[in-house]
């Protein structure tokens, strides 16, 4: 029991130092309190939210139903609670956890516009000591890093950036205040999630918009609308069964895992083309992935649903060569993430819309008056950056990590994140991160893993406190086999081979390693579950 390494505990300022004030440092903080540990949130916002108080840019709204989308540890909140429609814009979302952080009086332990600079394991003490941008120095025993997989945005880095004489906005720094763009040229580059939702806002309002594309991307219909009350109470009357399903499910949706899954190539083609149909109908990038699993892995499979899909496109953009522009064609279908939208393919159609392929004519530098690619000028008021994030490791390497013998995080993690069950590293001791890499955290409805992953970080917690022990760390051969796990299954499907964010592609430099855990959220549960049952199997406790 005792690790020679580590020397008794010290008193703490806290037991526990948390990073980050989205739903995973909100619920994190809630839980711990409930089991008696005291906590402190650090959070570089000047408000709680994470994702939802960063991203407030026009037509921001989760891509997951708002009654599954929502926490479900608190029946009481999750039946008081009222969403207005199927998909909640960023407001709503906002909103809510801002609820939450009143009802369960999480602020008094929350410091706001303070951000973790450092965080190093003093060996000789047992605890974390952290420090922040404030000048505080803080220790704790246990470090929980809330972060977020998509907090640290790419910053703009195109030539001539600097002299654009217009406005420029970056979608995941958006002001508090209305932009407006009326009678504005306004121009986006970026076709990714979060561009499919600003497009068509932008659109409406702006004299005339240019969407720079570089990669066409996958897009389904929301079907987005209000959220009827009886509809609302329906789903309430039986939450607990929805939420078990979402859990034990592949993309923590209410979409059960198919007990014999059939192969998407062996179902006859009228069925399935009928099966799309109704999907297509009902609106829902998870529930066509979860409804075909196999696209992901099966390329056969895959072709089939990105022709429908491409279909749909073509059926959709009046304009036959904006329409092939748009079709996909560098990637299968689900391998970057498969966007939602409302009126995405429809915005094309308007005459105040143009589409510029980047990769016909790419961006040679950004001017005093607009941008300039390899055969023209566009002449712009306002440019509007979707370009994406620094995700999964982005925010965890912009805080000074250091673990045993002042090994730093971003060099344990050189090669790629190096993580067990992407709830800790090895030589990282008494630290745990939330939905970091090496988990299902992007690839599921990340509130569904958010809350597995802070009910096991605290039901760990309190089993080190009742056994006395004062330590946990991965243990190198565990975290080894792990990393090989996460790899193993990545490598069965298609996603490794595309550039996308989940293999880091989007960042030069970084090293290309497929990150989320692709096992799904149901079998990953049960994973996490029996390494606990087993006494923690796989830590180092002392
Ligand atoms: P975040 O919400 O990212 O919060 C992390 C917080 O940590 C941030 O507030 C950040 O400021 C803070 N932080 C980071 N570093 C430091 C530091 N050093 N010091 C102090 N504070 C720090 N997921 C879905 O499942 N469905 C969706 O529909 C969906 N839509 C999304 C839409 C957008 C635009 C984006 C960007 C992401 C979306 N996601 C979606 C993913 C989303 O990030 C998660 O669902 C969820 O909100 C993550 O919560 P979190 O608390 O883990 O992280
Ligand atoms: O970022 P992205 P995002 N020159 O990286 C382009 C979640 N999310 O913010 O594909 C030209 O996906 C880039 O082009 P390419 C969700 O998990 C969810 O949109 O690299 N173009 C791409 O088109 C999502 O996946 C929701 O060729 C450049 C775009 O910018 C994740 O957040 C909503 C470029 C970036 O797309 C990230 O989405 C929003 C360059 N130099 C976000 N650099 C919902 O749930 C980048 N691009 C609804």
């Known amino acids: 029991m005792n690790d020679p390494r580590i020397t008794p505990p010290q008193a703490t300022d806290f037991d526990v130092a948390i990073v980050g004030a989205g739903f995973a440092g909100l619920y994190m903080l809630h839980r711990l309190r409930e089991a008696g540990f005291t906590a402190r949130v650090y959070e570089a916002g000047d408000g709680v939210g994470g994702t939802w108080y960063w991203n407030r840019y026009p037509g921001a709204r989760c891509d997951i139903e708002s009654v599954d989308y929502s926490y479900s540890f608190s029946p009481e909140l999750e039946q008081d609670w009222q969403w207005s429609e199927r998909y909640p814009r960023q407001p709503e979302i906002l909103a809510y956890l801002n609820h939450v952080a009143d009802r369960f009086d999480l602020r008094r332990d929350i410091e706001l516009q303070t951000r ?55 979608t995941a720094a958006w002001p ?119 696209v992901i892995a099966d390329p056969e499979a895959n072709a089939i649903v990105a022709e429908f899909v491409r279909e749909k496109i073509r059926a959709t953009v009046k304009d036959p060569k904006v329409a092939e522009l748009l079709c996909p064609s560098t990637h299968p279908l689900g391998t970057k993430r498969l966007c939602l939208d409302t009126e995405y393919y429809e915005t094309y159609n308007r005459d105040n819309v143009t589409l510029v392929d980047l990769r016909a004519t790419p961006i040679e530098r950004i001017t005093e008056h607009g941008l300039r690619t390899s055969d023209a000028e566009y002449p712009l008021d306002v440019l509007i950056f979707a370009t994406g994030f620094d995700a999964m490791t982005g925010a965890l390497n912009g805080i000074d990590i250091r673990g045993r013998g002042g090994l730093a995080l971003k060099q344990a993690w050189a090669q790629g994140p190096q993580t067990y069950l992407g709830l800790a590293s090895t030589g990282f001791p008494n630290m745990f991160l939330i939905t970091g890499p090496q988990s299902p955290s992007v690839f599921s409805n990340m509130v569904v893993s958010i809350e597995q992953h802070v009910e096991w ?55 290309r390693v497929f990150t989320p855990y692709l096992g799904g959220v149901g079998p990953y549960r049960q994973q996490c579950q029996q390494v606990a049952a087993k006494g923690y199997e796989g830590f180092e406790l002392g």
């Open 116 to 170: 973790v600079t450092a965080a190093h394991f003093d060996e000789q003490a047992g605890l974390w000591r952290v420090e922040t941008d404030r000048g505080q120095h803080v220790t704790a025993r246990y470090c929980v890093m809330a972060t977020g997989c998509l907090s640290l945005p790419k910053q703009p880095d195109f030539p001539g950036v600097e002299r654009f004489a217009g406005d420029c906005y970056l």
């Open 176 to 294: 508090r205040q209305d932009v407006d763009l009326t009678g504005k040229r306004v121009g986006v580059i970026g076709t990714g999630s979060t561009a499919i939702q600003v497009i068509p806002q932008v659109a409406r309002q702006a004299a005339h918009l240019t969407v720079f594309q570089r990669t066409a991307n996958f897009s389904v219909p929301a079907r987005n609308g209000p959220l009827p009350a009886a509809e609302q109470q329906r789903i309430k009357a039986d939450y607990r069964a929805r939420r078990d399903i979402s859990r034990d499910s592949l993309f923590g949706v209410p979409v059960p895992m198919p007990a014999a899954p059939r192969r998407t190539r062996d179902i006859p083609p009228a069925e399935l083309r009928q099966t799309l149909e109704t999907l297509w109908a009902q609106g829902g990038a998870m529930s066509l992935l979860a409804a075909a699993p196999d």
């Open 457 to 511: 970080i605290a039901d760990c917690m309190a089993y080190l406190r009742q056994q006395g022990i004062a330590c946990i760390e991965a243990s190198a051969p565990a975290q080894a086999g792990w990393v090989a796990h996460v790899a193993d299954v990545a490598n069965g499907t298609l996603l490794p081979q595309t550039d996308s964010w989940y293999v880091g592609a989007n960042v030069p430099g970084k090293p």
